[in-house]
């Protein structure tokens, strides 16, 4: 066993294989927030990636487990996005409403995909159990960043999920950027007084 660990990684294909299960998430993720939760098949990933239907249920046997990696993996670049913001300016705490602001603005501009993958993967969440853990990370993890400016957890999942409310009506609604900007930047503001 340990000889063919050593072949796998001299000849690349542990990496390769690495490489193909990311296409196949971001394809994934593409479907999702083109498409929805629901139209999210092994075969309209493996268009979407221009890859086989075999390689897609190679990496994801079943949809359940497709649709649980779309969903982290989308989650976790929103976190990890923000957590690398709020860590990079956990000197200054006072500056939290803005850059709480202005990241509701990527979210939905250059990572407007991932975001609407998770907002869908939540609503999908009502019909499909398996997902509730993966959405209480998520949730979990945001609280967890905002817990130190807001006070408690309790109130740091409120503030995270009065967030994804406003970022959500911005999504379905249109209203624009500055709007999406200012009300963000204000109940944030709001939740630390």
């Not at 221009?50 to 190679?58: D, E, K, R």
């Not at 409403?97 to 979210?107: C, F, H, R, S, V």
């Not at 406003?166 to 379905?172: D, E, G, K, N, V």
């Amino acid at each position: 066993m340990l000889g063919r660990v050593v072949n796998e990684k001299k000849d690349g294909r542990l990496e390769r294989g690495k490489a193909r299960r990311e296409l196949l998430l971001d394809a994934a993720v593409t479907v999702i927030a083109e498409s929805g939760a629901g139209l999210l098949t092994h075969r309209a990933v493996a268009a979407q990636a221009g890859v086989s239907l075999a390689s897609v249920t190679y990496h994801f046997p079943g949809i359940a487990e497709l649709r649980q990696s779309a969903f982290d993996h989308a989650g976790s670049r929103i976190g990890l996005a923000f957590r690398a913001l709020v860590e990079a300016h956990h000197e200054t705490p006072g500056s939290l409403p803005e850059l709480a602001g202005n990241y509701a603005l990527t979210l939905t501009g250059e990572s407007r995909q991932d975001t609407v993958a998770v907002f869908a993967m939540i609503l999908a969440s009502s019909h499909d159990e398996s997902l509730r853990p993966v959405i209480r990370e998520l949730d979990g993890h945001l609280a967890d960043l905002l817990e130190n400016y807001v006070g408690d957890h309790a109130t740091a999942l409120i503030l995270s999920s009065s967030i994804q409310g406003l970022i959500l009506t911005h999504l379905a609604t249109g209203t624009g950027p500055d709007e999406l900007r200012t009300s963000v930047t204000t109940l944030v503001r709001r939740f630390a007084s």
